[in-house]
């Protein structure tokens, strides 16, 4: 199978009726791929199979050599809220060397972690003493993502303070992570602030995350 074929199967994984046993055998082989990129992608899609051994297959790509393949790992054990699966997370935020694949392990954990209905005011005990070791914007961002979801309201504002920084990439994030996280209460913050950098903003991607995610601030 060839590149273009082999993505081209990844694609068609998006669709439930495709997801078969069969089909997982391929993608059972995907996730081994020579080349980072077709791993990664296998390991996006592998979210939606409802197989056994989906799980155990995304445990193995934590471990994978290349950050990009271990990022889209934690981020699709998301949809596993289980103690092992926690446990991997948890390890992942810890261990994890990579800003990109620890951030998206830190999302992952804070989902999962509601999921199996916690106590969320030790796991948010758990994020401050992180907080308090050095972190990249990315993971500072995500940190503040979990202490939201862990029911603490002032991380809506530390997020909305992302919407300034310098790195356009933290900017987007920044306007997803406000609307996935706002209700009906906080959503009319979230505009204020939007809307008070929306004058300075130029990059197009933030341009059009806005309009995806707050279409009432433009």
Known sequence: MDEEHKLNFIDNCYDDDFCTGEHFTVLRAL???ADPYIRAEAA???VNFTHPDTKALLLM???DEEELVRAEAYDSLSVFPCDEVAQCLTNAMEEEWEPLARSY???SWADVTVGLCRDLSAA???VREMQQQPCGEHVRLTLWYALCRFGQEEALTQIAGFLRSRD???RCAAVAFLDELCDEVHRPMAEKHIREVLAQETAKSVLSAIETH?????
């Open 214 to 218: 707050f279409p009432g601030a433009m």
């Open 105 to 107: 392990a830190i999302l």
């Open 44 to 46: 996006a899609a592998a």
């Open 168 to 170: 356009y990439h933290i």
């Open 61 to 63: 790509l934590t471990r």
């Open 124 to 126: 948010a005990e758990t």
């Open 31 to 33: 996730v081994r791929d």
